[in-house]
């Protein structure tokens, strides 16, 4: 096509001003963004009072989006159900048979915990959650791996707090705004989980690779007994993360650990509940760093 | 108007004269597409790996390359920090690259003038390609751990995608001048 008739200024020293003026800015708008990257790389909250600003802006989006992800997973599902409904009946008639034999002796077993436990005197901590809260965004399109919840510090939401769904681990908040906060979910890379084998104890931890599986690597090293279908839960060391929360389940092991896949995919769950720090070191201690004011606590793990 | 025209060439012509497009429309369409596309990242799907193509971007370099010098050399600096508030990347690297991006459209265009649909493609194809890879080395820098094959995916996709990403700027491109303002 032709050149656009405002690149040809001719003898207007107007238009001519008009487009050297465009170039200094545009040249001046990568200095400035080379300024605030670096801002950024070195301090990654700098700038979080704008991100968190903006997402409180897209809220009430991101809520409606979220309640047409759930009918519309809703809708394929029951059409998918029509399919298989004689096969699916008859195993979830014998599965609840199973279930309801399982449920006896799990209560006895209850039963019997909670008589050994006041034997010895030890006192369950209570828990409660701090927020019931919707994923209402995500990072799709980038390679840090982040969700947008709907609460924030309005609702006692702070930087730090671990954020799990009913099946897994999600991830931790890094940022928080009045009605909104961002989580780092666990398969982004900076996001490191002390975890051990569900079966034995194994002590590991978990790294997200950024492409939806994540790296389950060994403390002791050496022969690798990870084998697949090993499912990974929270150790609890850190003092962050309450222990025995799903986070993995290990597909292909090779020779340093395992490649897994997430016990919780933050795709399936609407609701995910954010939790106090296990801990009340590692609780005091994010209020220290909050009271301090200067950075979140991105780098605990 | 979209569509074919209906009516007898009376009324059309009757339509059409004493109008012109509504300025709102006209200039802040382009603009306000793009920054809706960065707020994708708000839409239904919640991704636990980068497999959506960078939509805003793609949007930018539809518009730019339909409309030359509708879109003011300095646009990537706003429309690049709106991206930023919303894209997950390290704050900046919308404002730098945008901006790059525009002076880049502008030495394409003074190179190689007379293009069709496929060197708009490829020299699309190809920003898009440097896009991804700059924006997933900065986010390693930012965690210090290498992401080298994860935009592989979202590479392919988006450079498949970019032709239905400039039917929709054609689309919107005749809303914008739908002639609604009566002179």
Known sequence: ?301 | MLGPLRGTPEEIARKRINREPWPVLAIGLPWATIMLASMASFSPVIASAPVMPPFAYMMLLAWRMMRPGMLPLWAGLPLGLFDDLYSGMPFGSGIVLWSATMLVMELIDEKFLWRGFVQDWLAASTLIAAYLVLTSTLAGLAVAYPLPTVIVPQLLISVVLYPVITRLVALLDRIRLLPLKRI
């Open chain 1, 1 to 301: 096509m032709a050149r656009s008739q405002d690149r040809r200024p001719g003898y207007s020293r107007r238009a001519q001003y008009g487009i050297f003026t465009g170039y200094v800015v545009a040249i001046l708008g990568v200095v400035a963004g080379v300024a605030v990257l670096i801002t950024s790389l070195v301090n990654p909250d700098a700038f979080s009072f704008a991100r968190s600003a903006a997402a409180e802006v897209a809220r009430p989006v991101g809520r409606a989006g979220a309640t047409g992800r759930t009918t519309g997973q809703g809708v394929f599902a029951a059409i998918g159900a029509y399919f298989n409904a004689g096969r699916q009946n008859a195993e979830l008639r014998r599965e609840v048979e199973e279930a309801r034999a399982n449920a006896v002796s799990m209560q006895s077993l209850q039963n019997e915990n909670r008589r050994l436990k006041a034997l010895l005197g030890i006192v369950d901590p209570q828990r409660k959650p701090i927020a019931t809260v919707r994923l209402i965004g995500s990072t799709a399109a980038s390679t840090r791996r982040y969700a947008i919840i709907d609460a924030g510090t309005s609702s006692g939401v702070r930087p730090g707090l671990p954020v799990r769904a009913a099946s897994g681990l999600i991830g931790r908040v890094v940022e928080a705004g009045p009605g909104t906060a961002r989580v780092l979910l666990v398969t982004d890379p900076e996001n490191v989980v002390p975890v051990k084998r569900a079966r034995d104890g194994l002590t590991a931890f978990v790294q997200g690779a950024s492409n939806g599986r994540i790296d389950i690597r060994l403390i002791n090293q050496g022969i690798n007994p990870v084998k697949a279908g090993d499912i990974f839960v929270t150790s609890g060391s850190g003092g962050l993360y309450p222990p025995g929360i799903p986070v993995a389940v290990a597909t292909e092991p090779h020779r340093d650990g395992a490649i897994g896949h997430l016990a919780a995919d933050p795709a399936d769950n609407e609701f995910v509940i954010v939790e106090p720090a296990y801990s009340a070191a590692a609780r005091a201690e994010m209020e220290a760093i909050e009271e301090r004011g200067a950075k979140s606590a991105a780098g605990e793990p």
